[in-house]
């Protein structure tokens, strides 16, 4: 009988893996891992001479002191090489930087963007961070010259400062250790990481191991301990094993709450259901394995995790591949299960149904990230639902016997097949993974494969979507680029709602940015392949931000009448809730001053003729605007779009007023429905007349006619656009003499003449609504229409509404006051883009990047998106988990970022490069030191063959540089000055 628990119990007990970043021995990620795992890639090199010169420590022969049997390893890739910029670490300090630090921040950034989180979104937080570690080679580097040592080479070699720089990088507040049990290190700091989370000691958990391979004095001491293999390769199990072949690498995983994983929609790689960790104290000498402490800690580790031995169908096994040690852990394996099964009085299988392989046959014994390198081999495993054969494997040990047991040897790469309980119920595939450390500290971890998760229901999905990339340099984007395009291509499957999600979520956003528009992945990465091409592409924008890193300042600019039309933004309002939800509140504050709902007039069920419908009576046009434009901004409100100034184009200010908090949003409605419904009761027979000349002409021509009275200006829109509004008599004489003599005009469609004395009538009226209305101060600046200036403390007035009703719209003005205060991103509030052309005019040639919210003909989602785009590579904060309120997509795993990485290295070879950086400089680097511009000068004069004006130049440029030069040295040795100092 095979025991199951219900599948998933959602306690603080369970905790799972939702991140992962490595590198390995012929890999560089993740995904280059298991390809060399699934093929069975032996990745073993022999030792180049960059690392040392082997052949002055290599013998065949082991009794040779001094020498090492072994020169072989598997090795990463660029280990010299780091990205010190982005860290923001001085070339100085990353150079005295042992390369596990160096690998262990880069990868920790890797492993937060896999798990979809901006590493910025966790600063201050209580996550920890627990990293295996028990390699001091770069420390014996720096420590063979004395006359080398300097302050960071403290800082740049203590293990501590490995978990330690993390924490202080990210600003993380959880626990921050250093685990060293030799082989079982990053195994223990897994179980240290799990059970400090159930402590709630931290909230999440980074847990990882490396080590690097930079001397050879471990090689040396190994090898006169017999446990290095003379041929350089793992030979797990087999009959031929002669010991273990060194490796490094390093890994990290994110650790979380099983629970809090779910609902935060995060992938979750795989479950920890258990782990233990023990010694086996006294055994025949101290390095010596211990089969009973072996058992021991699976037996635990399956008890705490409440498994039962059949359920389990893979270990991946310590296997170092020593003749002595793999026989033992065989042992230890079937002792514990045998124990297992009695525990849960279950009956040997007949059918052995639990593989056995281990990594250390593909990248070697990683030591002190042997574990992690087990670990994740098995989560990758599980995502691909594939069991990795076991390398240099032909025959079983003849020490080892399986027969009888439920252990097999995965000879082959296989697909991981589910167990199944007798009455046919599906077991999730669970493993267990190993580590001992060779001074007695054991290790065992067990894993379960990852819940089905099921989306919950949201809002429907978005037509289109907007994907934004960033990076610190150029080329790093373009890089990124790239790898975004590969990733797409290799999985096509993936959902592009669920790609955008956890890219704009999920990721820090810097100073070089990218977005970009597509409804289907396949779009997506056709418009990648075409900007990388260098196309021109619609919905593709991009931008670099200016290095002061300060948000740009946005002025948004509020619509006035005119710009209606029916089913405006009516694609927003059937798919974006906070639009819908505001634009509804609305219509239910206007119902006591409309006779017919505002959401009817917008949006009519039956099409009716436009230039007859209500929609374009102003006693429902200028409610209808309002309401619209108010939803507007609360929709871009609610994606961290917000206003710097405000400006609105008559009808608009009172929008614009809402929005600055002059007044309350009940209020607002009740004064435009007011305003409109007293405009709509004015006698007909007005009417307006658009003019391409200056304010200057127009007012000349009104007093030549002795047209004053009946004509006033209504509008100055731009320097040569005004409008002028009256009695129609009137209007049509001006139209008259400005053609005769050369200037355009056009008459404007309205059912009244604003902003001219035909609005007398209604004033009295109008001020009496405007008298019951609460004002305030403006809390944002808002730029006024009548006086084209910021206003003060007059709009809190009845009497400026009242003023505004008559005086023209200054425009133009209001326009050059926001150029003046040097705006240059202008979002229009709308439904059309009309103020955005007529505010071009008002300023410089050039100047400005100009956004509509709406624009009729273009699909009301894409054009929002569009804008949206356009403000992110302009340097805005986009509040993207508003933006995804309220719509439930899935964390996937995503390209992370490319770091540009440049060599930083101790050069122990006397080459020029450490003589000009470290130890004994060069007499330019001393002078430079010692801040001696007239030895600098002289040095110069003599190795350059300079002009006479270059000459003279010489001594002044030289004195900035000795300046900056002593301020750099002044930050840089003062490192135990600052700890004692704070």
Excluded at 117 to 122: A, D, F, Q, T
Aim: charge should be negative; include cysteine; aromatic fraction near 8%.
């Amino acid at each position: 009988m095979i025991n199951t628990e219900p599948l998933y119990i959602m306690n603080k007990e369970l905790i799972a893996i939702v991140g992962i970043s490595c590198r390995f021995p012929g890999a560089t990620n993740y995904d280059q891992f298991w390809q060399n795992l699934e093929q069975g890639i032996n990745s073993i090199t022999e030792i180049p001479q960059q690392r040392w010169p082997i052949e002055k420590y290599y013998s065949p022969n082991p009794e040779i002191p001094q020498t090492t049997i072994s020169k072989w390893g598997g090795l990463m890739q660029s280990v010299d090489k780091f990205d010190a910029q982005f860290f923001g670490i001085s070339p100085r300090e990353a150079q005295r930087m042992d390369p596990q630090q160096r690998i262990m921040l880069e990868l920790s950034w890797s492993c937060l963007e896999d798990a979809g989180y901006s590493p910025w979104e966790l600063s201050g937080s209580q996550m920890g961070v627990f990293i295996g570690v028990c390699n001091y080679d770069y420390n014996q580097l720096q420590h063979q010259d004395e006359k080398s040592i300097e302050g960071h080479t403290a800082t740049g070699t203590y293990t501590c400062i490995i978990p330690n720089r993390i924490s202080y990088f990210f600003n993380f507040h959880g626990p921050s250790v250093p685990v060293d049990t030799a082989c079982s290190s990053s195994l223990i700091a897994l179980h240290q990481a799990v059970n400090a989370i159930k402590e709630e000691e931290c909230s999440m958990a980074l847990v990882g191991g490396v080590s690097v391979l930079c001397a050879p004095s471990s090689y040396i001491s190994f090898s006169q301990l017999g446990m290095l293999s003379p041929t350089g390769q793992c030979k797990t199990f087999d009959g031929k094993a002669d010991g273990y072949v060194r490796g490094e690498g390093a890994g990290v995983i994110l650790l979380k709450p099983l629970a809090k994983a779910i609902e935060d929609n995060n992938y979750i790689y795989g479950v920890i259901k258990g782990s233990a960790i023990n010694h086996g104290g006294k055994a025949r000498t101290l390095t010596s394995p211990n089969v009973y402490a072996q058992a021991q800690v699976l037996r635990s580790a399956y008890g705490k995790a409440n498994i039962a031995p059949n359920t389990v169908s893979y270990i991946e096994t310590h296997g170092t591949g020593t003749p002595l040690g793999d026989p033992i852990e065989i042992n230890a394996l079937k002792r514990s299960f045998k124990q297992l099964h009695q525990q849960y009085e279950l009956p040997v299988s007949e059918q052995p149904h639990c593989g056995l392989g281990t990594v250390k046959t593909n990248i070697g014994h990683l030591e002190a990230a042997a574990g992690i390198a087990g670990v994740i081999k098995v989560l990758l495993a599980m995502k691909h639902r594939k069991l990795p054969k076991i390398v240099n494997f032909e025959q079983l040990n003849p020490r080892i016997e399986l027969e009888g047991s439920p252990f097999y040897i995965v000879r082959e790469t296989q697909d991981w097949q589910q167990l199944k309980t007798e009455t046919g119920e599906v077991i999730p595939r669970r493993a267990g993974v190993s580590s001992f450390g060779f001074g007695g500290v054991n290790a065992h971890v067990v894993l379960e494969e990852a819940p089905v998760q099921v989306k919950r229901e949201s809002f429907s999905d978005r037509p289109s979507h907007l994907l934004s990339l960033s990076a610190e340099t150029e080329q790093a984007l373009e890089e990124l680029v790239s790898r975004y395009q590969n990733h797409l291509e290799i999985y096509p499957e993936l959902e592009l709602a669920d790609v955008c999600y956890t890219a704009n979520l999920g990721r820090a956003h810097f100073s070089h940015r990218l977005g970009i528009i597509a409804t289907n992945p396949q779009e997506l990465t056709e418009k990648l392949k075409q900007h990388t091409a260098g196309e021109e592409v619609v919905g593709v924008f991009s931008g670099e931000l200016p290095k002061n890193n300060s948000y740009p300042q946005v002025a948004f600019l509020f619509t006035g009448q005119g710009s209606q039309y029916e089913n405006m933004g009516r694609q927003l309002y059937e798919t974006q809730p906070t639009f819908r939800q505001v634009l509804d509140e609305c219509d239910e504050l206007l119902r006591p001053y409309l006779e017919y709902p505002v959401l009817k007039v917008l949006y009519p069920q039956e099409a009716q003729q436009s230039n007859s419908s209500l929609l374009n009576q102003t006693a429902y046009t200028q409610p209808a605007l309002f309401a619209l434009e108010y939803a507007l901004f609360k929709l871009w409100e609610s994606w961290g779009i917000k206003p710097n100034v405000v400006l609105g184009h008559s009808v608009g200010e009172y929008v614009a007023a809402t929005v600055a908090g002059v007044w309350s949003l009940e209020d607002g409605l009740k004064l435009i429905a007011a305003r409109g419904r007293l405009m709509q009761g004015l006698p007909a027979g007005g009417e307006m007349l658009s003019v391409l000349a200056s304010e200057s002409k127009v007012q000349e021509t009104l007093e030549a006619m002795s047209l004053g009275e009946q004509v006033a200006i209504a509008a100055i829109n731009g320097p040569q656009s005004i409008v002028i509004s009256g009695e129609s008599e009137a209007v049509k004489a001006i139209a008259t003499n400005l053609e005769s003599t050369g200037i355009k005009t056009k008459q404007l469609q309205v059912s009244h003449a604003f902003h001219s004395p035909l609005m007398e009538p209604m004033l009295a009226e109008f001020e009496a609504v405007a008298g019951e209305i609460t004002y305030h101060q403006p809390r944002i600046p808002l730029v006024s229409n009548v006086t084209g200036k910021l206003v003060t403390g007059e709009i809190s007035t009845p009497q400026y509404w009242v003023n505004h009703v008559r005086q023209p719209v200054r425009f133009a003005q209001s326009m050059k006051t926001l150029d003046e205060q040097e705006y240059e991103l202008f979002l229009e509030i709308g439904p059309k883009p009309i103020l955005l052309g007529m505010g071009r005019q008002s300023l410089p040639e050039g100047v400005g990047v100009w956004l509509p919210s709406l624009r009729p003909g273009v699909e009301a989602w894409q054009q929002v998106l569009s804008s949206l785009g356009q403000l992110y590579v302009q340097g805005a904060k986009v509040d993207w988990l508003g933006f995804y309120q309220n719509y439930a997509h899935q964390k996937v795993a995503l390209p992370t970022y490319p770091f540009q990485r440049e060599r930083y290295w101790l050069d122990t070879s006397g080459s020029q490069e450490q003589k000009t950086v470290n130890g004994d400089p060069s007499l330019v680097v001393k002078l430079l030191n010692q801040g001696n511009i007239e030895g600098l000068t002289q040095e110069l004069n003599l190795s350059e063959q300079l002009t006479v004006d270059e000459q003279k130049l010489l001594p002044k440029l030289l004195t900035a540089l000795i300046n900056q030069h002593q301020k750099y040295l002044s930050i840089e040795d003062d490192v135990v000055g600052d700890y004692y100092d704070e």
